[in-house]
């Protein structure tokens, strides 16, 4: 018999999947799709004069996806919500097409050297969607149509959304003597995400290099074989927040038979392009007969008019609506660095490493986001567990801040009293919200070696992040309690460390049923986000010329591969590596492990 947590078997309560067995489950239910996807893709090159390049690009693909739900009426859930049975069928559809027009020049004279590019890009998808689902089956095993159910569900629905945009753009390059360097380009887009009247966005570049070892003042300088400077800066324009949010859009609802209307969401026809300004500058390098190679660069971006949903008051009547908030600002230097520690006739032996330095900080936050919260002298606002505030860095975390155990073993967290002191409580609500720290890494990067001798090769590679605070709630959700029938769960084996009568030292809370609180989110749960990983290692040995070529053949490698090997973190278990703003989840798998070998040949 299968066990749906639901006290029939043992008699508890499962607090994870209650009522539900996914083994069963997998085996009655049914949730299929069939995806189809057509493309078709077409360009033309007309040259009419020497130089000039016209090229005309097409694009055209068809995505259609059909799906069967199909849920089994005898257990669990299942039986609860559709003791009939419950069966849905969709249909979803994206058709987009773009085309392109492009015209490159080129055109060289003596030690000059020019490139023009002119174009123009439209670009249009639409997605439709159709939904229906019935209970009462006539036949749960053989019919999972809707014609083989009788009553009509209330979910059926159909939507909608077209998007669309359009550019045009211009790129200039000139090079004289493959010594100086020069760029310029501008950009004019239009998306239908904004008003009309906000829906055209300008963005432009410039750069340069120069190569200083092509020049004569540099010989004497011999050891350095390659020194070039470089700088730049870019706009980007971004839309991505989805479609029609600068108009009100409404829910259309039974309203005593009568159609009705309620605000969905409020619509801002204000809001316009999230512009990304980027600003670089450094140099490339390379010396001893290039045996040291590498280079430094100093980045700074600019956010501006960032895109961001801003939820409202409940007294509002309506959830929020999106707006240009405020401006953000990333910067820190890049360092990249190889080089051949030994080279001979059949040894050769290379390693590289590189870092980059990050910091973070939101610069400038629209007034009616900051007129209610002040922390520590920054102005913002709180969004779940993470402060939005000018000064500092984006996802700051703004969490309770843990105190220790109490003398009875109960957790404990700070607050400020009305006087200003610092005080402890050991009840969650009367706690207070603190600026616990930012998510953002100090420094990352990797490092690797690469070695070939008499025929076999090694490569090893590594990454790193050094800094930042990430919460651990996989942790968090193992140091929990048993409440009410929900006794069941896995439990840390830091609980056998914790807090008891003969254990008054420990910086655990005690392990008493029903003690909701006592793993409550505080920066109790906040681990360093430092990590180290074994990237991939591969080893193989090529066989030599004179025994292969007999055969005809051109080469002959026996290899081994593995990718993912490995990773350090500050607690078992706990994989900081996949989310930017410093969360974590047991749902989320780390990269996987893979090993694999072979044999290549070569003709």
């Given at each position: 018999?299968?066990?749906y ?21 997998n085996r009655?239910?049914?949730?299929t799709?069939?995806?189809n996807?057509y493309s ?12 000039l390049?016209?090229?005309l690009n ?5 995505y259609d996806?059909?799906g ?7 257990y ?12 849905s ?9 773009n085309f392109?027009q ?6 060289e004279?003596g ?5 023009l ?8 998808s ?5 939904f ?7 036949s ?7 014609a ?6 209330n979910t059926?629905?159909s939507g ?5 945009s ?6 200039g390059?000139y090079?004289?003597?493959q010594k100086?360097?020069g760029?310029?380009?501008y950009?004019?887009?239009?998306s239908?995400?904004f ?10 570049s410039?750069?340069?290099?120069w190569?200083?070892?092509k020049?004569k ?6 050891w350095?074989?390659?020194l070039?400077?470089k700088?730049s800066f870019g706009?980007q324009?971004?839309?991505n927040?989805?479609d ?5 859009t409404?829910?259309i ?5 009568k159609?009705g209307?309620?605000l969905?969401e ?11 300004n ?10 001893l ?5 590498g280079?430094?660069e ?13 939820f ?14 405020g401006d953000?600002?990333?910067q820190g230097l890049?360092f ?15 390693v590289?490493?590189?870092a980059?330095?990050y910091k ?8 009616a986001?900051k ?5 520590d002298?920054?102005a913002?606002?709180m969004?779940g567990?993470r ?7 984006i996802y700051e975390w ?8 109490s003398?009875e073993g109960?957790?404990m967290?700070?607050y400020?009293d009305?006087?200003?002191?610092l ?5 969650y609500?009367?706690?207070?919200y603190?600026a ?18 008499y025929g076999?090769?090694?490569s090893v ?19 929990g ?6 006794t ?12 008891s009568?003969?254990?008054?030292s ?21 681990i360093s986000?430092?990590?180290l ?6 080893f193989?040995y090529?066989?030599p ?7 005809g ?8 591969a593995?990718d993912?090997?490995y990773?350090?973190s500050?607690?078992?278990g ?9 969360s974590s ?17 070569t003709?």
């Amino acid at each position: 018999m299968y066990d749906y947590g639901a006290g029939s078997v043992i008699g508890y309560m499962r607090p994870v999947l209650p009522n539900l067995n996914p083994l069963q489950e997998n085996r009655l239910n049914t949730n299929t799709s069939k995806n189809n996807m057509y493309s078709f893709f077409g360009y033309a090159d007309i040259m009419p004069i020497t130089g000039l390049k016209i090229t005309l690009n097409g694009a055209v693909t068809s995505y259609d996806s059909r799906g069967t739900e199909a849920t089994q009426p005898f257990y669990g859930y299942s039986h609860t919500a559709y003791p009939t049975g419950f069966v849905s069928r969709s249909s979803e559809q994206t058709y987009s097409y773009n085309f392109q027009q492009l015209a490159n020049y080129h055109h060289e004279f003596g030690h000059h050297h020019m490139e023009l590019l002119l174009g123009h890009e439209f670009y249009r998808s639409s997605y439709e969607n159709l939904f229906g689902s019935k209970t009462g089956m006539a036949s749960y095993f053989t019919n999972q149509t809707l014609a083989g159910a009788i009553k009509l569900d209330n979910t059926g629905e159909s939507g909608n959304s077209i998007y669309e945009s359009e550019g045009f753009f211009f790129r200039g390059q000139y090079d004289y003597d493959q010594k100086y360097f020069g760029s310029v380009s501008y950009r004019r887009d239009a998306s239908s995400r904004f008003d009309p009247a906000h829906r055209w966005g300008n963005f432009y570049s410039v750069g340069g290099a120069w190569i200083l070892t092509k020049e004569k003042f540099m010989k004497p300088f011999r050891w350095m074989n390659m020194l070039k400077l470089k700088a730049s800066f870019g706009q980007q324009g971004n839309d991505n927040i989805g479609d029609f949010h600068y108009i009100d859009t409404y829910s259309i609802v039974n309203s005593n038979g009568k159609v009705g209307l309620v605000l969905n969401e409020k619509g801002n026809p204000n809001i316009t392009w999230e512009t990304n300004n980027n600003f670089n500058v450094g140099f490339d390098y390379e010396v001893l007969n290039s045996r040291i190679r590498g280079s430094v660069e100093y980045f700074y971006k600019k956010t501006t008019d960032m895109l961001c949903f801003v939820f409202a008051p409940y007294s509002a009547g309506y959830s929020g609506m999106y707006d240009n908030i405020g401006d953000m600002v990333n910067q820190g230097l890049e360092f990249d660095l190889s080089a051949t520690l030994l080279r001979t006739k059949n040894i050769n032996w290379d390693v590289n490493f590189n870092a980059t330095t990050y910091k973070n900080k939101i610069t400038r936050l629209a007034d009616a986001l900051k007129a209610d919260l002040v922390v520590d002298g920054h102005a913002g606002y709180m969004n779940g567990s993470r402060l939005y505030a000018e000064g500092l860095p984006i996802y700051e975390w703004y969490i309770p801040r843990y105190a220790g155990v109490s003398s009875e073993g109960k957790a404990m967290w700070y607050y400020n009293d009305t006087d200003g002191s610092l005080k402890t409580t050991d009840v969650y609500g009367n706690a207070d919200y603190y600026a616990c720290g930012s998510p953002h890494p100090d420094l990352y990067g990797g490092f690797g070696t690469t070695l070939t001798a008499y025929g076999f090769d090694l490569s090893v590679s590594f990454s790193y992040s050094l800094g930042g605070k990430s919460c651990d709630y996989g942790y968090e959700g193992m140091m929990g309690v048993p409440s009410g029938t929900s006794t069941g769960f896995a439990i840390h084996k830091d609980m056998l460390n914790a807090w008891s009568e003969t254990n008054t030292s420990s910086n655990i809370p005690r392990w008493q049923y029903n003690d909701a609180n006592s793993s409550s989110l505080s920066d109790r749960f906040l681990i360093s986000g430092s990590y180290l990983t074994l990237q991939n290692l591969n080893f193989g040995y090529t066989l030599p010329n004179h025994l292969i070529q007999r055969f005809g053949l051109g080469s002959i490698r026996v290899y081994l591969a593995a990718d993912n090997l490995y990773y350090w973190s500050k607690r078992k278990g706990f994989d900081p590596r996949g989310s930017f703003s410093g969360s974590s989840s047991t749902a989320t798998y780390s990269p996987s492990r893979t090993v694999s070998g072979g044999i290549k040949v070569t003709f």
